[in-house]
Nanobody
Framework: QVQLVESGGGLVQAGDSLRLSCSVS????????VGWFRQVPGKGREWERA????????????YYSDSVKGRFTISRDNTKNTVWLQMNRLKIEDTSVYYC???????????????????WGQGTQVTVSS
């Protein structure tokens, strides 16, 4: 069973940096992956989870959303079973609850889809003020 625990959220000012950590247990294959998502308003009163970044457990492949490309960096340390999301030049619109999630096989066809990730952490709040 895969378990994930996020940490590192907080309150920062626009332009600052923050690093989120995702402690992972139970991932064993190099082709599995960990993604970061953030909560965004959906239809009506529902919330949705928008893709931010993902990395294969081997570290050989990374994916980023257009909104964070060039500002955020995802990395992992398998010896520590940890995936990091380094967030630089934060913007007010980056404010959200950030979740890490794991999937047994991370593929280009569906890395964007939160429904393809069966395991999730509890989330960590990131607030960016002006």
């Amino acid at each position: 069973q895969v378990q994930l625990v996020e940490s590192g959220g907080g309150l920062v000012q626009a332009g600052d940096s923050l690093r989120l950590s995702c402690s992972v247990s139970g991932l064993t294959t190099s082709s599995s992956g960990v993604g970061w998502f953030r909560q965004v308003p959906g239809k009506g009163r529902e919330w949705e989870r928008a893709f931010v970044a993902a990395i294969t457990w081997s570290g050989s492949t990374t994916y980023y959303s257009d909104s964070v490309k060039g500002r955020f960096t995802i990395s992992r340390d398998n010896t520590k079973n940890t995936v990091w999301l380094q967030m630089n030049r934060l913007k007010i619109e980056d404010t959200s609850v950030y979740y890490c999630a794991a999937v047994g096989l991370l593929e280009a066809d569906y890395y964007l889809d939160p429904h393809m990730y069966p395991s999730w952490g509890q989330g960590t709040q990131v607030t960016v003020s002006s």
